[in-house]
């Protein structure tokens, strides 16, 4: 079983690392949302780039390939501590992928829609807090990295309220400190008051 569980860890980076907003992009306008707005290529880009239906398209895809590695590794993981161990390597390399793509020599996106599709089958009360958190950071601010960031410092608190084991813990640490990380671009415009808000317009610094 340990090739089985190697094979599909392996197979849970590479998934996560199909850079599907650059793909929906390109087919479908022919344009690289690399090239445009904050050069990410996240739904909120792939948006910005191609419009509303490629940003929900890159969205959905990006939540989906966290969450199908994970499904599969909740049903092979077998019984005891080892299962959590192993369910939670699964989400940190389909989570890992997006942000450090092999396709793109390592030049990804900041991991929030992943991260929600690798929690969903696995812990979805953490799932739907920090989703719960980024819709209000959104309604009150109108920021989306503030509203990733603060759903990203929710992931551990939230699993720790709710008793979560080692593993998710620790997996949840890693996700809220790796999304911070790849949105210090977003934290310093925040700062000087260059940061977009949704539905356009900027705060004046």
Not at 125 to 135: E, N, P, R, S
Request: aromatic fraction near 10%.
């Amino acid at each position: 079983m340990t090739g089985v569980f190697l094979l599909l860890i392996a197979a849970a980076y590479l998934l996560g690392a199909v850079p599907f907003g650059l793909v929906f992009s390109r087919c479908l306008t022919g344009k690289d949302p690399r090239d445009f707005g904050s050069g990410n290529i996240g739904a909120t880009n792939a948006a910005r780039t191609g419009g509303k239906k490629i940003g929900l398209l890159t969205l959905a895809a990006d939540i989906i390939k966290g969450a199908i590695p994970v499904a599969i590794a909740m049903q092979l993981g077998g019984e005891g501590p080892s299962r959590e161990w192993f369910i939670a390597v699964t989400a940190v390399a389909a989570f890992l992928g997006h942000i450090f793509p092999v396709y793109l020599k390592f030049q990804g996106g900041k991991g929030v829609a992943t991260m929600f599709g690798v929690l969903l089958p696995w812990q979805p009360q953490v799932a739907i807090i920090a989703f719960a958190v980024w819709l209000a950071a959104i309604a009150l601010s109108r920021y989306v990295a503030l509203a990733s960031i603060l759903a990203g410092i929710s992931l551990p608190l939230s699993a720790w309220l709710f008793g979560a084991s080692p593993p998710v813990l620790y997996a949840c640490l890693l996700f809220c400190v790796l999304m911070a990380v790849r949105h210090q671009s977003n934290v310093q415009r925040l700062l000087s008051g260059t940061e977009s808000r949704v539905g356009g317009g900027k705060k004046a610094p």
